[in-house]
């Protein structure tokens, strides 16, 4: 079983790790989030965000619990957090009573204060936006007691509440008091103002209900908004304590679940609510080995050796990001934690990683048939928004990354049913992109005459380097991108493979296949000769980054490993050796590759300061995690997959593995500061991140 476990030498220290998180997952794109030692210090932190929409619409609803021990007349203060104060910031370091924090698929803290021992475990339910805390309390001592105090909220996962908001959208009056004597339960629920199709409960069981007097948690700070420039606070409410009794020398439990409930009927016909959950004071706990089990056979259900603890560790942190889509009863992929949701090319990318290697062929298969629909004009969508609006579709890269995957699911599913599969729902759909591609499309996006791929007119933000600040394009790179035409190259290829296919096992008409086999054979012929003969750049020993007509941009970037790394492509080995060694040489840096080499005068070390500060070093030097599937791949094919390439290889996966205890346990942040010591950036834990990296280390077992 995996397991992570901090002890207290590492946990008295606030300030380093307030930096150092958790994170769990409900299945719905809803979550968890805190500090290992307790503390919140980003807006996004919180026991429950809950997605009402499931994967969107994510709310902060149960930020956390405070504790106190209360032994006699000596009151031990749990409660670790910062605070603005009048003239500085207040700290609680109720850490300094934490003896350890362990995570293991659930989260658990033990504190240590006045002979008592307090060990807090909290768990998410999958496929309900539903959170339980365990509490157990030991006693070494006379008679005492906990009191825990809940900090409740209602606010979007990226905004921050004061206390006036907090009056409007829940007032002291919307909290209905649960004091259920048949079955022990005590709580209250409540419905924000803002919305009444929601309602949160939080109910307890092994435990008496006080009211509050001082009803506001006000100016809570959060140290990492506080880095980047914003102002960091945050306020809660918090109306009721609840209170555990423990008697000299025994042991008290305790089960808490916080629930929220959508109530989606029109607004003509509401239905009633439904009944509140009844808490046994084992609830939680049984939760809690529910988590457990499962994760036990998410790891037997991967491909990897049982005693590969690293693996099996990225097996449980891919599960994180494979969520249900209730809006089309299809599964996808969050593409980062916390504030990013479902994006069309991250999940292409991480797709391979996250499913195929650990053994997820159903929920591949559904998210492969969930995109099919979502084609338009050849293109599929870039970014889903939080609100559920129309998704944008300006990228030239997403529709070609598709081709990539539904291949690899072939590869990895070589079975009769999923090429009738691919055959029946996907293959029309690849159709449809190849000839949008060639006829030419949205976002100037279309074939040129020496059938390169031609993309974006100056304006159009169509590669994954797409910031823009104002009307400025930080990255500009209309024209014929290199990765745009490596994934063009390996789509007709690909189109190539799976028609001729398909054609050896169908019944249906499989000249017409073998026909379309043979023009994209053709086709992608072409493309090789005009790639090499343009992209080629002889004195740097790489590929130029950026064709627009007369003018090649030799800017020395990452975006042609690709050229290398994908399973068809066009150059020499001699060509692909030059490619790895320049990206070896100048752009990796161990936990990713850099978006530009160090030498440019475009070059931003690192990823701090304001937002604007921010987004030009976003592709202007930062690294770039998912990079490295793309370059261990190419680095063990020009090594001939040879003993030394693969120990080589190896030992790229340590910086990462240390990485693991450092950033967001268990799981690979999004980027990297491109300047050492290469300091962890963006979201704390990266669908592509994860995706390629498990993908990278699986072709280490296959080498």
């Known amino acids: 079983m995996m397991d992570f476990e901090f002890v207290f030498d590492k946990l008295n220290n606030y300030k380093t790790n307030i930096y150092r998180e958790w994170l769990l997952t409900n299945g719905l794109g809803g979550y968890a989030s805190s500090s290992v030692i307790g503390s919140h210090s980003r807006i996004q932190h919180g026991y429950l965000i809950a997605s009402l929409h499931a994967p969107l619409e994510r709310y902060l609803v149960f930020s956390k619990t405070n504790e106190r021990l209360v032994c006699g007349s000596r009151i031990y203060d749990l409660t670790t957090a910062t605070h603005k ?10 850490n300094m009573h934490l003896k350890s924090f362990k995570y293991d698929g659930n989260i658990t803290y033990i504190y240590e204060a006045g002979g008592m021992r307090l060990t807090k475990t909290i768990s998410l339910v999958q496929g309900k936006n539903q959170c339980t805390i365990a509490y157990t309390l030991e006693n070494n001592g006379p008679a005492a007691g906990i009191v825990i105090t809940p900090l409740m909220n209602y606010r979007p996962h990226g905004k921050t509440m004061t206390v006036e908001d907090l009056r409007w959208e829940l007032p002291e009056e919307i909290f ?5 004597e048949a079955s022990g339960n005590v709580g209250f629920y409540y419905t924000p103002v803002s ?3 929601v309602r949160v409960s939080l109910i307890a069981s092994g435990c008496e209900m006080v009211k509050r007097n001082n009803l506001y948690d006000e100016n809570m700070e959060l140290q990492q908004e506080l880095d980047y420039g914003d102002h960091g606070l945050d306020s809660h409410i918090k109306p009721y304590d609840f209170v555990i009794e423990v008697a000299a020398g025994g042991v008290s439990k305790a089960s808490f679940v916080c629930t929220v ?4 009927t029109s607004a003509k016909k509401k239905e009633a609510w439904g009944n509140l959950v009844t808490v046994e004071r084992e609830t939680a706990f049984i939760e809690l080995e529910k988590n457990k089990k499962r994760i036990q056979e998410l790891m037997e259900k991967s491909s990897f050796e049982e005693d590969d603890e690293f693996a099996q560790l990225l097996t449980i942190a891919a599960d994180q990001f494979i969520v249900d889509n209730k809006q089309n009863g299809k599964k996808t992929i969050i593409a980062g934690y916390p504030w990013h949701t479902e994006c069309g090319r991250d999940t292409m990318l991480a797709f391979t990683g996250l499913c195929l290697e650990t053994g997820r062929f159903d929920d591949a298969k559904s998210i492969l048939l969930a995109y099919a629909s979502y084609i338009k004009n050849g293109l599929l969508p870039k970014k889903f928004p939080e609100d559920g609006k129309e998704p944008s579709r300006n990228a030239a890269d997403i529709s070609l990354w598709y081709f990539y995957a539904v291949h690899n699911y072939l590869k990895y599913v070589d079975t009769d049913e999923a090429w009738k599969f691919v055959e029946d729902e996907i293959y029309p759909s690849l159709q449809e992109i ?15 005459d020496d059938a390169l791929m031609r993309a974006g007119d100056g304006r159009d933000r169509v590669t994954w380097m797409d910031v823009r600040i104002g009307e400025e394009s930080v990255t500009p ?4 991108a290199v990765e745009i035409n490596a994934l063009w190259y390996n789509a007709l290829m690909t189109m190539e493979e799976i028609s001729r296919g398909i054609a050896r096992r169908t019944h249906n008409k499989p000249e017409n296949y073998l026909a379309y086999a043979g023009g994209c054979s053709q086709l992608a012929m072409w493309v090789k000769e005009a790639f090499n003969t343009d992209f080629w750049y002889e004195e740097g020993g790489y590929l130029y980054d950026v064709i627009n007509d007369e003018d090649k941009d030799a800017t020395l ?7 290398v790394s994908l399973p068809f492509t066009m150059l020499d080995a001699e060509k692909e050796k030059s490619v790895v060694k320049a990206v070896k040489e100048h752009l990796y840096v161990g936990l990713g590759l850099r978006t530009l080499d160090k030498d440019d005068e475009q070059y931003h070390g690192t990823f701090t300061g304001s937002e604007e500060d921010r987004n030009r070093a976003y592709h202007q030097g930062t690294a770039w995690t998912f990079l490295l599937g793309a370059f261990i791949e190419a680095y063990l094919k020009t090594g001939g997959h040879s003993a030394q390439s693969i120990e080589e290889a190896k030992a790229m996966f340590d910086p990462i593995e240390k990485h693991l205890v450092q950033g967001c346990i268990g799981s690979i942040a999004e980027i990297f500061d491109g300047d050492e010591p290469h300091n962890a950036r963006g979201c704390v834990a990266q669908a592509i991140s994860v995706g390629e990296v498990l993908r990278a280390y699986a072709l280490l077992d296959r080498a």
């Open 85 to 94: 104060g009048p003239y500085t910031s207040e700290f609680n370091q109720g």
């Open 176 to 180: 209905k008091e649960i004091r259920d």
């Open 195 to 197: 919305n009444s199709k």
């Open 261 to 264: 409930d959508v109530n989606d």
């Open 434 to 448: 190849m000839g949008a591609y060639r006829k030419g499309t949205s976002y100037s996006i279309g074939m040129d």
């Open 477 to 480: 790179r209309q024209g014929k």
């Open 557 to 563: 970037r990452p975006n042609q490993i690709f050229a």
